[in-house]
């Protein structure tokens, strides 16, 4: 059994005293997400139209971001409400200097001055356990408004709906802990207590909320056990950044096109390897293709990351292997000592550096070194790839040879199996995982 | 009720700089761009050549005051779209093939080369002007979707025949010119598909020359026509916008927020108002000339309530949020109650950069946002103001150096 040791970043204010809570029953006179509390609750409610068509274009521009409104303003209430640890907006950020334009942000509140708690980190689905900390502990004033499909085919909206229990809501909450202005938590169905785990609905949902929001720089996240999720309670991330990300500037190479329209192509120089799902002829294609990749990584105990981003139409997926070189021993110790977590948003380029010395001395070679060690080796992201490709069951079309008119993106069909340098430098040499049992396809 | 003063704004925005026969020279030249204005909210299209609309087959009021996203479709790479975006934002030039769409929805590729037009006298972006060159496809080995489109445009009845052709035949020429010099290069003809990748359409040097071209002849005329303004305007950012002003980029992020706000400068003395929004202008009637640079107090009249002023000047002082009802004037003279929300907004560097005022009308319905309760709308500026002014602070920091 694979672990790793580290503090839990803090969710909720409700994830601190998690230890004095075991088996409340009846009103706990916390206001939380649980039967005793929850009858009567009223919370905002925003339906969104479920529609079958990706907007071909902007042309149609809603004449009030109302998603986008609800969120900030809702948000911004709960910072006057005092609700947050600390003001994200007074910790100081910059663009790294070079090519990708890295953002690194020194965060010296956010870590908990606690002692470390072991992880497993090598099983990617693990069973929900009501006994840890969950969501539906969190207090109803951290729930920012519930978020459902409205059932005909308007938007709606309920300044004061009531939480109906046998329905079970999404609902959007803070984190009390953000990396960036506007940071939430997206619950599915949260009273299920569902675990980490992709499913089609769940993500279908989490594409929603980041095509209602419609900002570009509104991106929705994901990590999976093993890749730096904390709490085995399913949820997404999501925040405001008003920067491209330099994952979304790395060049792509087109691997092939799948069913619905949706084009899936690979990451090119960038430190970790990747895939990028876009187009489909409706959002639901394009969810689907993503989230059945989601699934069989979860299903091949593979963890991975997902970022949603440009307003839904773009969907980067990143399995990785940090913990897992972690727990092996096999990370060096100046790597760990900045005790930068590799998820999502450190993968997609937001590092958020816990020690002013980090920040000071942030470098895009530093940022690459790290996420090289996230990476998987170019034998094993093909490796998965094959699997995943044909867990969606898609015959890979690999493009003719010599389709690509920048040399160093040649690459010959007999060519993908071998390990190869992707940026052409030869600095960064990614650890090969050797391919573990649970990752074999399965029959 | 809004269109007037935008419509207005667009005509300003090339006849505060430009003399009056700028538009007819600019249509002379036998180049498609656009010019847009960051400094209207929304970065709308403020003139658009007579070679663009021929392209585009839109007429010139079915563009102006338009955002040029307008052009782009489902198979536009996402990535390109991005690019432009960040280059806007970073105020400098960028050049990338993209795909738009003709007005009849058939796509077509082109090389756009966009490059910011800065004022001699402040070093302010005022405008970006947008350079358009058609690109032809090259044959391709498999039978592509480009062979077939080129097949629809031509094939394509109508006015558009006549427009396209033109440009088809012409293509033709310079295509077989710019072939020959390629077939050495031959392994590198794309096969690729044309959707979502601009790889797919190689740009050749021929094109690269036209958009050289095309630039400096707008930008000669674009300089010679402002020297009679006395206002000039440069290709080159001639002194450094360290502006008690916001700059360019930040504008067009707080240009998106629809509701009545302004940023003040709590470091300069009197607290001047440094950003107004469109709203503001509207809900108070003045111009943004007769704003910028002034303390918020000339909006309060006879009847209103000193204490209150003290009250925002401590909130300022101290670095806190705080909520007031005030009474307020307009130009025009007329009084309303001006429910206030202030709040201190911070740069990427952690500090307090400005203060955030969202003014509302107390008697003004919100219907327009169906039920947002008033207050959240209010906060909701708060944070999107937030988030625009720590991000571009981000970015400001890379280009300094």
Request: charged share 25%; proline share 4%; net charge negative.
């Amino acid at each position: 059994m694979l672990r790793i040791k580290r503090v839990p970043t803090v969710l909720s204010n409700y994830q601190k005293e998690e230890s004095e809570d075991a088996g409340a029953t009846g009103g706990c006179g916390r206001n939380c997400m649980r039967d005793c509390c929850l009858p009567g609750a009223k919370l905002p409610l925003y339906a969104f139209r479920k529609s079958d068509k990706v907007e071909s274009s902007d042309k149609k521009e809603p004449p009030f971001a109302f998603l986008d409104s609800l969120l900030l303003g809702e948000w911004e209430d709960r910072v006057e409400r005092g609700l947050f640890r600390y003001d994200v907006t007074a910790c100081e950020t910059k663009v790294i200097p070079g090519d990708y334009g890295f953002v690194a942000q020194l965060n010296e509140g956010r870590h908990l001055k606690k002692r470390p708690t072991e992880f497993r980190v090598d099983k990617v689905l693990q069973p929900f356990d009501r006994s840890k900390f969950n969501f539906t502990k969190v207090g109803q004033e951290e729930i920012l408004f519930q978020f459902e499909s409205s059932e005909d085919d308007e938007v709606k909206f309920y300044p004061n709906a009531p939480v109906n229990i046998n329905n079970s809501p999404s609902v959007v909450a803070i984190n009390v802990s953000p990396i960036e202005y506007g940071h939430v938590l997206l619950i599915p169905r949260i009273l299920e207590c569902l675990p980490q785990r992709i499913d089609h609905e769940s993500f279908l949902l989490a594409l929603y909320m980041a095509s209602e929001a419609g900002n570009p720089y509104f991106r929705v996240g994901y990590n999976s056990l093993g890749a730096f999720a904390t709490i085995n309670h399913l949820h997404f991330q999501a925040y405001y950044l008003a920067v491209t990300f330099p994952i979304e500037k790395a060049p792509t190479r087109k691997i092939t096109d799948f069913n619905g329209g949706v084009v899936i192509s690979e990451i090119l120089k960038y430190p970790v390897r990747g895939l990028v799902f876009e187009g489909g002829y409706s959002l639901e294609d394009l969810s689907n293709v993503v989230s059945d990749s989601c699934m069989c990584l979860q299903d091949n105990n593979i963890p991975y990351n997902v970022l949603i981003s440009d307003s839904g139409r773009r969907i980067f997926l990143l399995p990785q292997c940090y913990a897992e070189k972690q727990a092996l021993g096999e990370v060096s110790s100046e790597l760990l000592d900045t005790q930068v977590n590799p998820a999502v948003w450190e993968i997609s380029g937001h590092m958020v550096l816990k020690r002013k010395e980090d920040y000071d001395g942030a470098s895009e070679e530093n940022a690459w070194r790290l996420l090289a060690e996230v990476s998987l080796s170019e034998e094993r992201f093909q490796e998965v790839i094959a699997i995943i490709f044909e867990a969606i069951s898609c015959a890979v079309v690999v493009t003719e040879a010599g389709s690509l008119g920048d040399e160093d993106e040649l690459r010959d069909v007999e060519d993908v199996d071998q390990v190869r340098d992707v940026d052409g430098s030869g600095s960064h040499k990614a650890g090969i995982v050797a391919g573990k049992q649970e990752c074999m396809v399965q029959h | 009720m809004e269109q007037q003063p935008m419509g207005t704004s667009i005509e300003q925005s090339i006849n505060n700089r430009y003399s009056i026969w700028v538009r007819e020279a600019l249509d002379e030249l036998p180049h498609s761009f656009t010019i847009t204005d960051p400094l209207i909210s929304g970065h709308p299209i403020v003139f658009a050549s007579r070679e663009f609309l021929k392209m585009s087959g839109y007429s010139r009021e079915e563009v102006i005051g338009k955002n040029g996203r307008m052009f782009q479709g489902s198979r536009t790479n996402r990535r390109s779209v991005m690019e432009i975006r960040e280059a806007i934002r970073e105020e400098r030039s960028i050049q990338v093939s993209l795909l738009n769409y003709h007005k009849n929805g058939t796509p077509f590729w082109i090389l756009f080369h966009m490059f910011p037009v800065f004022s001699k006298e402040d070093g302010r972006v005022i405008h970006f002007v947008g350079v358009q060159v058609p690109i032809m496809p090259k044959p391709r080995r498999s039978g592509s979707e480009f062979s077939r489109i080129e097949m629809n445009l031509c094939e394509n009845g109508s006015g558009f025949r006549d427009t396209v052709l033109g440009f088809c035949r012409r293509e033709v020429c310079s295509d077989t010119v710019a072939e020959l010099g390629r077939i050495s290069n031959l392994d590198q003809i794309l096969t690729d598909d044309t959707e979502l990748h601009d790889t797919a359409c190689k740009v050749s040097d021929l094109e690269k020359r036209r958009v050289n071209t095309a630039i400096s002849n707008i930008v000669s005329m674009l300089t010679h026509y402002s020297e009679s303004t006395g206002r000039l305007v440069s290709d080159k950012r001639c002194c450094p916008s360290n502006m008690s002003l916001v700059g360019a980029s930040l504008n067009i992020s707080l240009g998106r927020i629809k509701q009545s706000f302004v940023l003040t400068d709590p470091h300069k003395s009197d607290f001047p108002i440094v950003y107004a929004s469109d709203s503001f202008l509207e809900l108070t009637g003045y111009g943004r000339h007769e704003v910028l640079g002034r303390n918020c107090r000339f909006l309060s009249g006879k009847e209103t309530d000193v204490s209150t002023h003290l009250q925002i000047t401590n909130s300022i002082q101290t670095g806190k949020a705080c909520t007031v009802c005030i009474l307020n004037y307009r130009k025009n003279g007329s009084p309303f109650w001006n429910f206030l929300h202030m709040s201190p907004v911070r740069n990427a560097s952690g500090k307090i950069a400005y203060f955030v005022e969202v003014q509302m009308d107390l008697n003004c319905g919100s219907h327009e946002n169906k039920n947002l309760r008033p207050e959240i709308r209010q906060l909701s500026v708060v944070g999107a103001v937030k988030v625009a002014v720590r991000s571009s602070g981000m970015i400001a920091t890379t280009s300094d150096s």
